[in-house]
């Protein structure tokens, strides 16, 4: 089991940037493929980005442009540095962790709160 440790949510304003951190613990770092997740009230969790051991990355197209993720494999730490932010972009942002490699995510942090104000 991986565990995953979420920082770097809070308050920001519209046009500002926000940048999270996922600290994994429990497995090599670079075995995992790793992504980011969000929640919003009232809607389903949607994927954000992922990256590989390798850090090839993949960023859905509804964040593409603003948002980006990045790994340090020496600190065994994931980013997403978010810009451009929209209030829409409010939610509790989730890292997850895949064992396995084919995107079926086994472990998943607490969660952070990203709020976006006007």
């Known amino acids: 089991q991986v565990r995953l440790v979420e920082s770097g949510g809070g308050l920001a304003q519209a046009g500002g940037s926000l940048r999270l951190s996922c600290a994994a613990s429990?497995?090599?770092?670079?075995?995992?493929?790793m992504a980011w997740f969000r929640q919003a009230p009232g809607k389903e969790r949607e994927f954000l980005a992922r990256?590989?051991?390798?850090?090839?990355?993949r960023t859905a197209d509804s964040v593409k442009g603003r948002f980006t993720i990045s790994r340090d494999n020496v600190k065994n730490t994931m980013y997403l540095q978010m810009s451009s932010l929209k209030p829409e972009d409010t939610a509790v942002y989730y890292c997850?962790?895949?064992?396995?490699?084919?995107?079926?995510?086994?472990?998943w942090g607490q969660g952070t709160q990203v709020t976006v104000s006007t």
């Open positions: 997850a962790a895949d064992s396995n490699g084919d995107d079926s995510y086994d472990s």
């Open positions: 990256i590989t051991g390798n850090k090839f990355t």
């Open positions: 429990g497995r090599t770092f670079t075995s995992l493929l």
